[in-house]
């Protein structure tokens, strides 16, 4: 067991990419599970608040603690065992994505959920129920979670799987290693019908695993988790295209999306028809800030949507000239789309979307204000009327902005970038008719980041006292202290 408590070591533990910034008293980083539950259990009988840290990704202040001690999850770090056969692969909460990804890439295989950050912590993601670019056709982490070793914040240890539905009388009922059995009141919320991390996953269609997924670190501590993978497709096209015209390419994302609804379905790739797993939106402001690393971006583009698909080699020729024709019906600006259809070409792209959050992050670092970012997905119909609402209030205010996101899921990241404290009052009040936009048009005011610290005070916008209420039962039996997390969702 290592133990920070010296201020100048700690400070990395106290923000992340929020730029929130938090206070504690001690960091302790446990070398194994043993060291992890000895710790909590001390902690919850000395009533010490504790909070879980994974990578320091995240985008909501969840890993950052306003008092008590802190438990870095850094060097459980392992994959513990890889069956290929089955594809499933048993791994430590502070495996890296990146990680992961290339111990499957390297044998044929990949791991779906794609969360732009690959230095995030697969616990981190998820704590948040993580998505990212190719949820359009696969779906987020909650998919693809099969088992879950769980330390509960009395140091109980639960091992869980997503087959795991002993619901009774509106209970959910576990029992740990120990033996200690856990009734969890089970009362069903209002969920919107979108991508969602916005508080615990109460449904009448509950497995132990999803109510720990999204559950921000304040249910219990992931210790391992079985996820599950795919095979890698045979070949993969990617299209960067550029749109002198907002409308058409609004137009041109939801023909895309509908062409693709039937063709995702197959899992073999083999379809030729257009089938994009995943569709990504850039506006004309974040083009802007990522020209000068991309020279190459046409000058009067107004957005960019990013696409790829998979297919079997033989249908390579029909693939291309199927995205050539739509294309061509909703850009004047089709002799500037960019192509990727090998590997260097495919990393090259995704550096190009990674490289936009990096450097806002950057940006809200050097301005020195909390970031500001929408997390907010609506149902696929509200697309247009949500975004245009978006644009129109922010580009009648003085303040920089940029749009990004996984606009296939109509999942939009508005991201506003006050430079002063004025801007940043009236950034706030814009955020907030964003989210009151989404709320009123049945979405979510988080889609995959989680609600952490920075968004707590929203979570009654989008749920009623008797929901929250519920949800803080759930919290009561699983951490009768509010010891875990404490701060995280709500008070």
Same mark, same amino acid.
């Given at each position: ?42 902690? !919850?009988?000395?009533?010490?608040? !504790? ?14 603690? %306003? ?13 513990? +065992? ?11 909460? #502070? ?27 697969? *616990? *981190?993601?998820? =704590? ?7 949820? +359009? ?16 914040? %009395? ?69 391992? =988790? ?41 899992? &073999? ?33 107004? =957005? ?64 020195? &204000? ?15 009327? +949500? ?6 209030? &922010? ?30 009052? %009236? ?22 980041? #989680? ?36 701060? %995280?969702? +709500?008070?």
């Amino acid at each position: 067991m290592i133990v920070k408590d010296k201020p100048d070591i700690m400070q990395n533990y106290l923000t992340d990419a929020s730029n929130y910034r938090g206070s504690a008293e001690k960091v302790y980083i446990p070398n194994s599970l043993n060291e992890l539950k000895a710790i909590v259990s001390e902690l !919850f009988q000395s009533k010490i608040p !504790f909070t879980v840290s994974g990578a320091g990704t995240g985008l909501t202040g969840g890993r950052v603690p %306003n008092e008590g001690v802190i438990v870095s999850t850094e060097h459980l770090n392992k994959i513990l +065992f890889i069956d290929y056969s089955k594809r499933l692969a048993r791994v430590q909460p #502070g495996l890296l994505l990146i990680e992961l990804e290339n111990e499957l890439n390297a044998n044929g295989f990949f791991f779906p959920p794609n969360p732009t950050e690959k230095n995030s912590s697969i *616990g *981190g993601n998820i =704590a948040v129920n993580a998505s990212g670019s190719r949820t +359009f056709k696969y779906g987020a982490y909650r998919k693809f979670v099969k088992e879950l070793k769980i330390i509960l914040a %009395n140091g109980d240890e639960l091992v869980l799987t997503d087959r795991d539905k002993t619901i009774h009388n509106n209970m959910l009922v576990v029992t740990s290693q120990e033996g200690n059995i856990y009734k969890i009141p089970v009362k069903p919320v209002k969920l919107p019908a979108t991508k969602n991390s916005a508080g615990y996953y109460l449904t009448e269609v509950l497995n132990a695993c999803d109510l720990f997924v999204a559950s921000e670190g304040t249910l219990g501590i992931v210790v391992e =988790a079985v996820l599950e993978f795919r095979e890698m497709p045979e070949n993969l096209a990617g299209l960067m295209v550029f749109f002198d015209n907002v409308d058409n390419m609004l137009k041109y994302v939801e023909k895309v999306r509908q062409l693709s609804i039937n063709n995702n379905k197959n899992e &073999y790739h083999s379809v030729s028809g257009i089938s994009a797993r995943l569709i990504e939106l850039f506006d004309e402001n974040a083009l802007k800030l990522i020209r000068r690393k991309y020279p190459q971006i046409p000058e009067l583009a107004k =957005a960019c949507i990013w696409t790829e698909q998979e297919y079997v080699a033989t249908n390579e020729e029909t693939v291309l000239n199927n995205w050539y024709e739509i294309i061509g019906e909703f850009t004047q600006l089709s002799d500037f789309t960019w192509v990727s259809l090998n590997d260097s070409e495919h990393n090259r792209f995704r550096d190009f979307r990674h490289t936009l959050p990096s450097t806002v992050v950057d940006l809200v670092a050097r301005n020195g &204000y909390e970031k500001l970012g929408t997390d907010t997905a609506v149902p696929v119909d509200k697309l247009n009327e +949500f975004y245009t609402y978006i644009v129109d209030k &922010y580009s009648k205010s003085d303040i920089n902005y940029a749009i990004w996101g996984h606009i296939g899921n109509a999942h939009i990241h508005a991201n506003l970038l006050p430079k002063s404290k004025i801007e940043f009052e %009236n950034s706030q009040k814009l955020f907030k008719l964003i989210l009151e936009k989404a709320i009123e048009l049945g979405g979510t005011i988080s889609a995959e980041h #989680g609600i952490g610290k920075l968004k707590k005070k929203y979570m009654s916008l989008m749920f009623d006292e008797e929901d929250i209420e519920a949800m803080k039962n759930v919290k009561r039996i699983l951490d009768p202290f509010n010891l875990l997390g404490r701060g %995280n969702l +709500f008070d």
